[in-house]
Structure formats: structure tokens, C-alpha cells
């Protein structure tokens, strides 16, 4: 009997608890309607993603989606290195400690060494916590947590080349983000946390790809990494957010490293009538998963937040940082600021007095105010500090945002009016960050240096950003993580 | 500010992204009406569940739930160790040894030693390896799996009393059961492996008791346990199924871990808008998880199987056990038999000719010639020697099976006509191992008997299942455990 027979009889086999339970309720209810039918699905999509991954090359990856994987760990190991000190990363750490096997990974921004799959996971928590890691904008999934957290503690135990490295990181995002196109928004609108959902998808792929699997036991991965997918948004505002990240790259290596040694699942669990795509979502588009891979790329599309707060109020931050420096101002010259605004920026962010950091996340007058006193919107500008300075305190009394029709979430039109009669104005039509005006380089250098003030020296700082720029020409990726650790 | 208002506020602001992503598709897809209200749930289930999980005591258990408790070990106890060297083990325990923590807990049936939560996720592949562990009928959970691999292995880290063990168990089992009744058969029908979904929140909830939670730790772990759903259906017949209450187990740790410092997660993510139910099944009884909390028990439910194959298939095996041990029924005495049964025997097991054990589980024939031969249906009953015993097969030619209105999955009419003419004729109306017509003790010992042979001897057999029968006297759980592991 092949394998492929046996495998069919077990499936049969296991179909029978549903079929014909013993005597009880079980019975009565196996003989309701089957769901309705959904329309067929191509054949071997999960097949299809394992050997593109286990095919895809380097030298495959067009300039641009290499220059935006660089972009992608700059940007994540800032954010993971800003993240490392927060309470919810004492808590892992303390609380996984006594069952970390050997230490064979680091802690960005710590001491602390951990299995490479619990170290994944403290990572990729840490990279979460303030909200301020990469978004691909179609699916609003934060790609790099879950993949980054997984090949970077990997890489610290076999040697990965920066080549190599970047590749996997590549490839890790664009499974996640085709997985997640094809079922989103349907899957996110029901409540799952699709970061975490579609990101153990990535995990998977990644970790796969540099344990050299064949396209069999990528197949068993991703089937593995469809068994456990991560995260509600009813978790969203606790600990519970930053998990999901995290647990997606520990459960990716968890199913690589079993497919790596033959542990088997069923070929088909993306698309298969009982498989992932099916359980998991009402809306399945599978061309979004198959087509044109190596061609178009996800992972090109990838945006980094410039603003330690909620998208809503992006632009505005964008307006007054820009006249701030466009005109040299001081909060002193200011009369007042009128902000024409989507009704969005008032329902979440209206908080007039905020009297801690965290609440100036939610008050489109502190970010206005504090973005023209410190030309800035990153975590220090929501600290207590911040939200407790004077000359701030006094300026965000003088804004005034309206909520006005035609105005786009995504835009705001900004007049600055001086004590001394000039009347200054801005309009955003795609803040700063967006797919169409992109974070700058230096940007993203500003925004590492911020998050890892206080953590790393300013050398260390220095040292880790440059081997992250030069990740395709390190022999060995962990580089990155000796540079990123605590001294 | 209080925990309460950060947490909202947080909870604002995580909504952000869907509601306000940046310039991209996000923005048009939040515009989309959101899915169909759902009827007003019951407040506060996951903090009543926790609050039941927290208080229950040893003594308040029934004795009938006690008793039940206790098979349920017993029962898990020989099917951990009668998988535990099936190659899907060899697999496991060797992919993850590397990364392995301390060596806190056993594998049973074995010598290795992993951390806590490796050892779980072993032990509840191995008990799941034959499809042969219990069984609650209702929804087709097998309860043992996720809570008992989780609490054996604390208890070998940490003294836990027989009483306390034995009331954790019951406690895991019941909450996975409750919760498993609110979503079937829904959840089950879209393609969920529900014994991994709702496992996990058994294995938390026992954990968690073992680690002696407070109210709002064990909510949080329900939470963090509600964030780790395991298992597809598509996985049946494949590794991965055996995967699954693994899984379920090492996640329930994990969320209870965590939790016990004080990781935090949502207080409703069992019953929230976008909490568990809501978002995993399109049917939500939340009366099914709060109504009667310790008066109720599911887990006085749980059957066993006492045969090693699909239960459509028991009531034959039933029936020709007992002709056989009535009539002391030798193979050559027999001219034909015949069966009427359900259309779902033939369509699932109607291989005439099996060549492999395996192969066997899936014949009607077989299945029927080896109870008449052996008088039994066990793993040794569906080997390869079994499917080839020249007596067997000669027998299982003369098996006629005929479908038949009006014969239920759980029935069969079996007539036996013998050489010299005598026909001998037994109904089932319900086969051994249901709720109605539980396996006796004795029964439980033989099967546990079967399975550990040639594991363990027959002198630690007995001992291991006397500790069973014993738990409520032992000072230490774990004493179960080390007469359970090879010598």
C-alpha cells in the first residue's frame, strides 16, 4: 500500500467519529445539511506556495523588493530593541524562563538568552507592544513580527547568510500577506487578529526555507502552521495583542521544525474542503495566494508607522511637523490651529486633557500641539513628559479640529493662525508613511534611534543600523542580533 | 488613571488600524457594513467560568463524577503509553529534543525527559496516535488528551496531591466539554478539530487550577488560551491530527504560565463581540458554559472506546464478541453471518480484502471475522498479522453484510448461521462503550493491558493501573507517571 493510499484510508478513517459517533446526541446532529457548498477551489494551492518557497532564490528578488526587506529589519529591530524593556516583556521573560531549553538565542535589547523558539516569541512580543512595527496597509497584517522574530533567533544557532536571511524574510512575508489578501477583510472583520492568523504562515515558510526543506515538509509546515493559527481582536488593549505576534513565530518554527524531520499533515490544509481558508473565513480568493508568485510582491508594499499613536492622526502630525520646519515655529508665535478633519480623528482621538503618555495617544490636541513643540510624534512624545510639559499643555488648548465633510481619514487641511496675523496652511492628502510617500530612509534611522535611546549606546545604535543596511553582504545575519543585544 | 480605563483606552486604540489605516485599500474595505449583529450575549462568561474553575474543591465533586474522573485517567494512562513508540512519537520527541528545556516531565511509555510544556505536547500525540482514547459524545471531544498531558507533566515539577489532580482533571475536562457543547456542532461541521479548540481551554483551566490562579489570572489564561486554537479537520488521517490535543496541551500551559504572572489579556474572550465564539462558530449557547457550573458534569460522560477502530463498526464487533463468548463460537463451526446494518458501515468500511492492519479498520469484514476468532477488537486485532491470519480471512469471506432501513449507525442485527444448522442471532441496540453501555472496569483494564504490552511488563502494568484506581489516595500524582515510563 503507498503512502499516498494510506493516507487516504487514515483520512477516511478519521472522518468516522462525525459520521457515526456512538449512540447519543452525535447522531442526530451528524445528519444535519452539510454548509453550503463553496464554489471550487484551485487545486494545490498549498503544494503551489511550498515550491515556490522552496525554489525562490536571492537572485531572484528584484531591487526593490530586496531594498524594502532591508527596510522591513531596519524597521523591525528597531521596534524590537524600543520594545524589550516594557513590563510585558519582564513578564515572558520571567515567566518562560524556568522552560527555555538550551540558550540558543538572543533577546533584542536584553541580556537574556532563550531557546530559539521561546526567544521568537519574547521577540516578537516586544516588536508588538507599542503598535509602531511595519503594517502591510491591504491587510493590516504586521508582517515582520512573526517572521523576523522566528529566522533571527534561527539564525543565531546555524549560520544564515545576510543573503540567505533576507530571502527567507522575503519569502515569510509573502506568504503571509497572499494568505492574508485572500481571506481579508471577511477573517479580520470576524475577529481574528490576522497577524497573527496568516503570520504562522510566514513563520513557517521562513524558518522552512532556511531549514532547507523539501517541497514535501513545506507542505507539511504550512499545514502545520494552518493547525495553529493566533489571536482575536477582542484582545486588543491588554498583553494579549502583543502575544500574537510573538506565539505565530514560535508556532511557525514549531511546524517547520517537526516538517523538517517528517512529521506529516494533509497536502491540501489551505485550501482542502475542511482546511484553513474554508474554517477560518466566509471570503476565499485563492488566485491571491498562486498568482504570479516571483512576479508580484507583497513584500514590496510593505509601510512603517512615523508615529507612535493610531494612524487617525498621521496627517496631522505630518501638517505640523512640516510647517513646524517649513516656518521655524515656536509654540509661543501661536494663536491657534484649526484642523479640518474626518469625524474619525474627534471619535478616537478627541481627548482634550490628557494627563498620562498613553492617553496622548488619544488626543489629536497633544499630537498636534506636541508635533510643533518637538517636531516629532514617536514614544517620547507620548510620554508623561510630554503630555505634562507646559508650553505643550498651553498649545494644545489652541487646537481646534473640526470635523468636516469630504475630508478623508487619511488627509487633514491645517491652518496655522500667528499672533502675528499670518495664517499658515498645509493640506495632507497621504500622510507620511503611506504606500505613496514613504518613510525616508533617515526617517526610519530617526525612528530606530528614538526607540533604542536608553537601551543601546549611541555606537551601538550606529553599528546595528549599519548591519542592517548591509544585511546582503554579511556572511553570517546574526550580526544583526550581536549588535542589537544589551551590553 | 485605573487598569480598567488604560485598558479601554488601549482598547480604542488597537481599533484603530481598521478603522483608520492609512492611504490604501484598508481604508474603502472599513467602509464595508459590518457582519450581521448577533444575539446579545450573557455578560461576563469567561470571568464566571474562572471563578467556578478557581473555587471548585475536591469535595465537592460527586462520587459518580470522581469515578468517572478516575476511568478517564485510567483509560489515558493506557492509551499514552500504547502510542508512545508509534513512529508520529519517534518524531516528535526527536525534532524537539534540541530545544528542549529541563527535564521536567516523562514521556510515558518511554525513558526521555523534556521541559513541561515538550513533554505535554508528546504525550498528547501519543495518547491520540490510535484514536483510541475517550470520547464525549456530545461533540465528539477527546477531553483526556489536552488536560491530562498538561497536569502530568506539572505534576512531576511541582507535589500535586492525587485529590487535587484528580480535580483538576475533572475541571479541564468539564470546561473544554461546556465550551465544546456552546459552538457544536457548528464549529465541528466548518471543519475546527474541536478536540484541539476547545482543548486548549481545558488545558489552561486545569493548569491553572494546578497553579492555583486567582480569579483574574485564570480569566486571563482563558483568554490567552481562547488566543491558541488548534486543529483542522482537513489534518484527519495525517499526523497532525495526533498533532492537535498536543498542541492544545502545551498551549493551555503556556496561557496558564503566563498568566500565573500576571500576563494580562481581555476579560471576555470567550463571549466578546469579537471574542472566541463569535469568531470560531456561527453558533454560541454560552448557557451551555454557565449554567448549572457544579452541579452539571460533562465529564460524568466521557466514554471509552473498546475497540481500536471507527465506531461505526462497534456494534458488529459487539455483537460477534458476545456470540462467540455465549456460544464458545470456533471459526470452523461458522457457514456465513450476516449483518444488517446502517448504509454508513459499507460506505466507510467496506474493504473486502485488507492487506495491512491498517487497511483492516476500514473492513467490516475483517473486523467481524477477528472478533469471532479472538473475541476482541484491539490494536493487535487490526495489525498486519491479524489481516493475514490464514483463519481470518478465510472467515471474513463468509461475513455478509447487507444494508438495512430502519438500522441505526449504532445498531446492528447480526445472525450467525453455523454448519449444523443452528442460527444464532444477537441485536445491538446500543454498542458497548456508549454512555448507556459503559466499558466496565474490567474492560478498561484489559485494553489498558493490550495497549501497554510489550511496553511495560505485565508486574508494572498492573502497578501503574492500581495508582490509577488509586489517585485519590496518593500523596503524589506523579507516582502515576513513574510507574508508567519504560523501565
Request: glycine share 8%; hydrophobic share 45%.
Amino acid at each position: 500500500m503507498s503512502i499516498t493510499d494510506r493516507r487516504t484510508l487514515l483520512q477516511t478513517a478519521a472522518g468516522l467519529p462525525l459520521l457515526a459517533a456512538a449512540p447519543g446526541s452525535a447522531f442526530a446532529q451528524s445528519a444535519a445539511p452539510a454548509p453550503a457548498a463553496k464554489p471550487e477551489a484551485p487545486k494545490d494551492v498549498t503544494r503551489k506556495l511550498a515550491s515556490y518557497i522552496v525554489n525562490a532564490k536571492y537572485e531572484d528578488l528584484p531591487a526593490n523588493v530586496r531594498k524594502e526587506g532591508v527596510r522591513t529589519i531596519l524597521n523591525w529591530v528597531g521596534v524590537a530593541i524600543g520594545g524589550s524593556h516594557h513590563e510585558t516583556v519582564d513578564i515572558a521573560a520571567s515567566a518562560l524562563g524556568p522552560f527555555s531549553g538550551p540558550p540558543q538565542a538572543s533577546l533584542f535589547g536584553r541580556h537574556e538568552r532563550f531557546d530559539i523558539m521561546n526567544a521568537a516569541f519574547i521577540n516578537g512580543v516586544s516588536s508588538h507592544i507599542f503598535d509602531y512595527d511595519d503594517t502591510h496597509l491591504k491587510t493590516i497584517i504586521h508582517p515582520a513580527g512573526p517572521v523576523a522574530s522566528a529566522i533571527f533567533a534561527h539564525a543565531e544557532m546555524q549560520p544564515v547568510s545576510g543573503k540567505e536571511f533576507l530571502n527567507a524574510l522575503v519569502l515569510g512575508v509573502e506568504v503571509e500577506c497572499r494568505i492574508g489578501n485572500a481571506v481579508y477583510p471577511n477573517h479580520y472583520d470576524v475577529g481574528w487578529h490576522i497577524t497573527g492568523t496568516a503570520g504562522v504562515f510566514g513563520a513557517a515558510a521562513a524558518m522552512g526555507k532556511l531549514l532547507k526543506l523539501n517541497e514535501q515538509q513545506m507542505t507539511w509546515a504550512l499545514g502545520l502552521a494552518a493547525s495553529q493559527p493566533v489571536g482575536l481582536r477582542e484582545s486588543f488593549g491588554s498583553m494579549n495583542k502583543s502575544f500574537n505576534p510573538g506565539r505565530a513565530a514560535s508556532n511557525g518554527i514549531f511546524a517547520a521544525i517537526l516538517a523538517s524531520k517528517n512529521y506529516t499533515s494533509s497536502d491540501g490544509m489551505i485550501e482542502a474542503k475542511r482546511g484553513w481558508a474554508n474554517t477560518i473565513s466566509t471570503k476565499q480568493d485563492y488566485t491571491e495566494i498562486v498568482s504570479d508568485l516571483g512576479k508580484r510582491y507583497e513584500s514590496a508594499l510593505n509601510t512603517y508607522k512615523p508615529f507612535a499613536c493610531g494612524i487617525v492622526m498621521h496627517p496631522s502630525i505630518d501638517a505640523a511637523v512640516q510647517l513646524r520646519n517649513e516656518f521655524h515655529l515656536t509654540a509661543d508665535q501661536i494663536d491657534h490651529i484649526d484642523l479640518k478633519v474626518h469625524p474619525l480623528v474627534l471619535e478616537l482621538t478627541g481627548k482634550k486633557t490628557p494627563r498620562e503618555g498613553l492617553e496622548g495617544k488619544f488626543s489629536i490636541y497633544h499630537a498636534v500641539a506636541v508635533a510643533i513643540v518637538e517636531g516629532a510624534g514617536g514614544e517620547k512624545q507620548f510620554s508623561n513628559r510630554a503630555v505634562n510639559d507646559p508650553t505643550i499643555v498651553a498649545l494644545r488648548a489652541k487646537v481646534n479640529p473640526v470635523v468636516t465633510p469630504g475630508v478623508e481619514p487619511a488627509q487633514v487641511d491645517m491652518t496655522i493662525v500667528l499672533k502675528d496675523g499670518r495664517s499658515l496652511h498645509k493640506y495632507i492628502e497621504k500622510a507620511i508613511g503611506s504606500v505613496e510617500v514613504p518613510m525616508t530612509d533617515a526617517m526610519l534611522e530617526t525612528k530606530f534611534s528614538d526607540l533604542a535611546d536608553g537601551i543601546l549606546s549611541a555606537q551601538a545604535i550606529r553599528k546595528s543600523m549599519d548591519a542592517c543596511w548591509q544585511i546582503e553582504t554579511l556572511a553570517s545575519a546574526a550580526d544583526i542580533v550581536k549588535l542589537s543585544v544589551a551590553g
